[in-house]
């Protein structure tokens, strides 16, 4: 575990150094009255594990209870050490307790001994690059462990990309679902999106510049040119971008003009008609050949286990599954 001493100077990505600012009694002495009674006003809970939301790209977008946070928090738990560092040296905050890595590949190892500490009093804040933490972020790990121990969980609300997004769309927002990132792989995603067809309400989506392109072919050929929807991009930031209109322009301006940074994609539901027209059904024997025939592809597999695969994914309406034979039989029509 790294102190927030031995993290003064920090290494970015391109080798530049960050300095993190150092506390400076002179400098604090001379802050205004109004800044230290915003912070003084703020509670930090002790024994308490406090998930923090922090700017999405507009670092004004901070808040006071985040800065009190960050400063008096005893233990700083942050997807990426650097990007902590470099938010408090903008905000001009001292972390003062202990920092450490909190990501993806060590959430569930380090999640019961952050809660350890819980226990003994200590305020455990936990932070993601940007963002609320949990949202495609770590810190799923901590909270369902902090609930199963009986230990307090609560929440610094702050910017959300997903909330940003769909306010700014123009589209419903009374009912939404938020998916996340789209699979990555073709035949996934064309699958995945199958089983939206019939969703009413607005959908949110992730997505990244190198796979917008792709992604909104798919999107095209599940919902058709006509679905309202709105691409949008560096939110918050200087060079905030919303694209808006039917699908099929949206995708022409990918084209065009290829959109940069990650992106959130809010597609329109689907009408009373549309929804009762793609009722959930079961894949026909044709439609799992095709689908075979991508996961042969794209997973470099022998066509026959991928028809496996794809069979067990999708049983028929009675629950049983396809015969495979058959789907091999289809399989060898279509490739002729």
Known sequence: MTSADELNEQYD???SVTQVPERNDEVHA??????QSRE???????????LAATPIGNVGDASAR????LERADIVAAEDTRRLYDLARRLGVYVNGRVIAYHDHNERDKADGLLDQVETGATVLVVSDAGM???NDPGLAIVRRAIERGLPVTCAPGPSAVLDALALSGLPTDRFCYEGFLPRKHSERVQYLRTLLPERRTIVFYETPHRIADSMDDLLDAFGPNRPMALCRELTKDYEQIRRGPIDEIRQSV?????RGEMVLVIGGASNEEAEAAAPSTLSVDDMAVLSIDRALEDG????DAIAQVVQEHPLADGSLANRKQVYAAVLKIKG
């Open 13 to 15: 990505a391109d080798g």
């Open 30 to 35: 001379g802050e205004s009255a109004a800044t």
């Open 40 to 50: 003084s006003a703020v509670t930090i809970p002790a024994g308490t594990v406090v």
């Open 66 to 69: 985040l800065v009190a946070l």
């Open 133 to 135: 933490p949990t949202i």
């Open 255 to 259: 084209i065009d003009d290829p959109p």
């Open 301 to 304: 597999l022998r066509i026959k």
